[in-house]
């Protein structure tokens, strides 16, 4: 077959496409699944094959026991954080925190209360003041205006409704979930309020730097349903460009 000069323009433009995919850089991710009350178990594998599918690589992990849990904590280039309450010791502890204070992170849902044994990690590094939750009910998601052109928000509108449990993240945390005392972080950049019957805006999507520079992202959604929604699907996409790009 011959192909013509705009044929195999059409070809290198097709290429390009396929190889740039997911914002053209692979990315080693890893991710820390142990959040059953959410079913991060059924939310994060389907989060990885979409991101597959742009070339990227994803190891889901259960927990911080294997050697290969190591190596992947120690070589990936972005750690996503979606667990609760794990009670890490010594060189699995060590592990999670050389990770999550030297790489990029995403931080989803319950990782406000990831580590039972480094419950500093909310605030020292997501930014944020977990205060507990309200009841289950519908939250309404705003986009906060004087950040609607940040890139994590590109293509998300503002006002939707979605169903849930709203994270109290006060100005300052109550200690309530066994989380030290300490202030929201003033560097975090707030990108979304949710609210929801009582009233009470509270911040449930944020941005940040950690003291070594690497960026991080954090959000307290995170059901099954919110996986399913193009908007929330969006929103991962856009925050996983985020944190690895500078």
Known sequence: MRLTHASILLLIVVSSLTVTAGEGKALRIHMLSGSGEYKSAV?????????????????????????EDFANLKNCDVLVVFSKRWKLKDEALEAVQAAATTKPVIGIRTASHAFQTWLAFDNEVMGGTY????????????LVEENKKHPVLAGIDSGWKRIGKIYDNPAVSSGKSGSPKAPFREDN????????KRKKPTPGTWVRQNANGQRVFYTSMGYV??????????????ALHWVTSK
């Not at 094959?49 to 994803?58: A, F, V």
């Not at 950049?189 to 929801?196: A, F, W």
């Not at 919110?226 to 929103?235: A, C």
């Open 43 to 67: 939310s994060l594998p389907k989060w990885a094959k979409l991101l597959e599918k742009d070339g990227h690589t994803c190891t889901i992990a259960s927990g911080v026991k294997e050697k």
């Open 131 to 142: 205060s507990g939750h309200g009841g289950s009910g519908e939250v309404t998601v705003t």
């Open 189 to 196: 950049v707030v990108l979304m309020i949710l609210e929801d």
């Open 225 to 238: 349903h919110d996986f399913d929604d193009k908007r929330f699907q969006r929103l991962l996409a856009n």
